[in-house]
């Protein structure tokens, strides 16, 4: 069976990172965002971004000892159970398909919104026969959308900052009812700035696409780690602008945006061209996304923890095409059925579980050597990571997670035993 091979430099691993974070969640997270937490939405980005950054630290080092693909799934495997790790790649799997969902819609609501829902199912048919094509495409892809994207975007930033009219000034604002923005079943009061913050980490966890692709790094141990940390950085930055310019230009009229970004701006020509941005960078993020559940998926196959088929790697373009359909299949479904409110809360509880197996691997590799893993192929990297900061992410995730609505919590909960159940059942076999 053919395998996948290391194609993919710090450059390209940056830029798959870059894609997969600014995207849907830059044009759009701030909006329900600003409904649960108002004038607090800073601190709620500070939150978000501090999970994020403990989460990128764990996932660097785990990702220098297991430079394989799969992420949390492998490292969760290895470090704590197989049972575990099957929690943290089923969580990844069921989260990053709502995500992608979200994302489309998202894209295709600043095209075509009468007809979003189809246009998201047909655009992510599309991408995954990109990313079917192999990696070096979806690499380009995603490098050529990010450069013209942060192009558009610093054009905003910088008319907001001259204090140029705004699109509500010129009549060119993108008005939704606020009921189509926000989120059922969401706490309220001082607890929204919590559920903010779950919110708002949607827009931050591309970062985990760079660990999944492990098996198509050259030098994993050294590419990784740079790649993770200066892809969070960029966003870091770029976010705390979108979050001043968004709140402070708009004000309350942010909650019944249906394109902050572009509302920043009353220019007709780069309103059309940012409303263009917001579905261009949904793309490449989406991009990311199938790629990273692709081999997701692929590397639970090999452990026998889904079918075997979704395993199979096309010679010809060394992509796992059977997990890339399997994959884009459910997107579909997902986007068919779910509005995107929900299918973002859902997919940020996913998420989150998903790191808080991650942290618990960290903790438990934590201070021993590499040959003491349970995985014989762990290399014996330096462990630079202070014991502090998994035990912070772990409480920090499940925080974040008790506070999001808890249709979401519940329905990922319910999920996860199916998911267990399932597992056992199979190995019984």
């Known amino acids: 069976m053919a395998t996948l091979e290391r194609r993919i430099g710090i450059p390209g691993a940056i830029m798959i990172g870059l894609g997969s974070m600014i995207g849907a969640g830059l044009f759009f997270v701030w909006v329900p965002a600003w409904q649960l937490a108002g004038e607090w939405l800073w601190l709620a980005l500070l939150l978000a971004g501090t999970v994020a950054t403990l989460n990128a630290m764990s996932t660097a080092q785990l990702a220098m000892r297991h430079p394989v693909s799969g992420g949390a799934y492998a490292y969760g495997r290895a470090e704590v159970s197989p049972a575990v790790g099957f929690a943290a790649g089923w969580m990844f799997l069921t989260g990053k398909t709502a995500s992608a969902g979200a994302i489309a819609l998202i894209a295709a609501r600043h095209v075509w919104p009468d007809g979003a829902p189809w246009l998201a199912a047909a655009l992510i048919a599309v991408l995954a026969l990109v990313n079917g094509s192999g990696i070096r495409s979806t690499v380009r892809v995603t490098s050529a959308i990010v450069s013209v994207v942060l192009v558009l975007v610093m054009a905003a930033l910088v008319w907001s900052a001259l204090g140029l009219p705004t699109a509500s000034a010129t009549g060119l604002e993108t008005v939704a009812p606020v009921e189509a923005n926000r989120v059922d079943a969401a706490l309220t009061g001082p607890l929204g700035v919590l559920t903010a913050a779950g919110m708002l980490f949607f827009a931050f966890a591309g970062y985990a696409r760079m660990a999944t692709l492990g098996d198509e790094v050259r030098d994993p141990v050294r590419t990784l780690p740079r790649a993770i940390a200066a892809g969070l950085a960029i966003v870091l930055v770029l976010y705390g602008l979108v979050a001043w310019a968004t709140t402070g230009r708009l004000g309350d009229a942010l909650a019944g945006s249906a394109a902050p970004v572009a509302d920043l701006v009353g220019e007709r020509w780069l309103h ?131 506070t999001l609505p808890w249709i979401g919590v519940v329905a990922a909960a319910v999920w996860l035993a199916l998911g267990l159940a399932s597992r056992g059942l199979l190995r019984r076999r």
């Open 272 to 402: 059309v061209a940012l409303l263009g941005a917001a579905a261009l960078a949904s793309v490449g993020s989406l991009t990311g996304i199938l790629a990273g559940l692709s081999r997701t998926g692929l590397a639970m196959a090999r452990g026998n923890d889904l079918p075997g088929p979704l395993a199979y790697v096309w010679p010809r373009t060394k992509a796992p095409v059977v997990a890339e359909a399997a994959t884009a299949a459910a997107a579909i479904a997902g986007v068919l059925l779910l509005p995107v409110g929900q299918l973002v809360a859902f997919s940020s509880t996913c998420v989150l579980t998903y790191y808080a197996v991650a942290h618990l691997s960290a903790i438990r590799g934590a201070g021993r050597p590499a040959e003491a893993s349970a995985d014989p192929d762990a290399r014996p990297v330096r462990w630079w990571l202070p014991r502090w900061v998994p035990f912070a992410g772990l409480a920090l995730c499940a925080l974040l997670v008790v």
